[in-house]
């Protein structure tokens, strides 16, 4: 490997650096083989403990350990995976790190290259993997003082997979090797899909045959008045519409049926037993658990925590997944790059407030806008699915290679 003069200077004030005051490790090592997983969004945190997941049932030695930019921190981790803190630029604290985690494999998402940490991971032999490279997370403008050294590090990992064609050009240009490079567009975890009960959904549709029905899914206090707003005026197209509306807090099911009722709507509340009349214009789903029934039941879902500042959108890929056409407001920072993803195809739709949510939800009532925009969410989700699987196979090959070594 050619040597970089940029990485050499920046490894040195690497050295140099004292350890950061703020920073230590939170976590005992897990016994056995560690997979470590570097995730920069919310969508590749759960993508790495998917594969995680699906591995560790051939392999269950195997753990994996977390590291996560700031806005991607989960408030929950799934059982048997670690979280721990990423060391900042300092020799010193990533030595302390690498020593501590010793990881068996590296699987670094996105973009938003560490150099030092790369390099002396690189320097004691774990195989790096960049994976679901995104160009948009390749910017070097914080490196203009020494431009060749993104693609030094880039340099550094064994094998680098693409998001896009535009992702795989940008990293040739950068130096990444064909040899090392494969296309497998973006990834995403198969095993989102939440699951329903079909025969609860059948029974349901039945009552409500030939209604049109949308969901306000993972929704704020805020939201639920912003979702009842939208709905009187789309019922003025659509009088035996329904809306299913569904709280983020469960906690949250009180306030909105007092609202619900002062409004004077004619509504059902699920945690109670109701179910939707002919005369029903509102049901308050207010229970855990039941979400899959509802994406699968609502042709058109309205997704919550968008329309609020401070939230951060929820996963698209949820509703994506169970054929329901999508709606969301322009606060959704955490899943951006998804729901950039969604509507680049037609999948998504963007709304700003209850005016513009009811004009999105009456146009959708129109059976084959939305099924067209479903089928463009499913395709999506799909695809992300069999990139996610090609991506299993080869780990499972570098693994089987490893302990061969």
Request: hydrophobic share 50%; aromatic share 6%; proline share 6%.
């Amino acid at each position: 490997m050619a040597r970089s003069l940029g990485l050499a200077a920046y490894m040195a004030l690497a050295r140099r650096a004292d350890p950061a005051a703020m920073w230590r490790l939170t976590s005992p090592r897990p016994s056995g083989k560690v997979i470590w997983g570097h995730a920069t969004s919310p969508q590749r945190l759960a993508m790495l403990c998917h594969l995680w997941s699906r591995l560790a049932a051939q392999r269950p030695e195997l753990s994996l350990v977390l590291t996560c930019m700031e806005a991607s921190v989960p408030q929950r981790m799934p059982i048997g995976v670690t979280l721990e803190a990423l060391p900042p630029e300092s020799v010193k604290d990533i030595a302390q790190f690498l020593d501590h985690i010793r990881p068996d494999l590296c699987l670094w998402t996105g973009g938003h290259l560490r150099p030092a940490l790369i390099a002396e991971a690189g320097e004691r032999n774990v195989p790096l993997m960049l994976v679901d490279a995104d160009d948009t997370a390749l910017d070097d403008r914080g490196f203009r003082w020494l431009p060749d050294v993104p693609r030094a590090t880039l340099r550094r990992f064994d094998q680098v997979f693409a998001a896009s064609a535009n992702a795989a050009q940008r990293l040739l240009r950068m130096g990444v090797a064909p040899d090392v490079m494969t296309m497998t567009g973006p990834l995403e975890a198969s095993s989102a899909v939440l699951p329903f009960s079909e025969a609860e959904r059948d029974r349901l549709a039945q009552l409500l045959t030939g209604r049109p029905v949308w969901l306000a899914a993972r929704i704020t206090l805020e939201e639920a008045e912003a979702a009842l707003r939208a709905h009187r005026q789309s019922l003025r197209g659509a009088h035996r519409q329904l809306l299913i509306l569904v709280p983020e807090a469960e906690e949250d099911g009180d306030a909105i049926a007092a609202q619900i009722e002062a409004e004077g709507w004619r509504f059902a509340r699920w945690s109670r037993g109701e179910v939707p009349s002919e005369a029903t214009q509102v049901l308050l789903a207010d229970t855990a658990g039941d979400l899959g029934l509802w994406y699968r039941l609502a042709p058109v879902t309205f997704l919550g925590g968008s329309l609020v500042s401070g939230v951060g959108g929820r996963d698209p890929f949820e509703a994506a997944a169970l054929g329901s056409a999508i709606l969301y407001g322009p606060n959704v920072g955490r899943y951006l790059a998804a729901y950039s993803r969604l509507a680049s195809v037609g999948a998504a739709r963007i709304v700003k407030d209850a005016e513009t949510l009811a004009g999105a939800v009456q146009r959708l009532s129109a059976p084959d806008q939305a099924a067209a925009m479903a089928h463009a969410a499913w395709e999506v989700v799909t695809q992300g699915a069999e990139a996610t699987d090609r991506l299993l196979d080869l780990l499972q090959d570098t693994l089987d290679l490893a302990e061969v070594a």
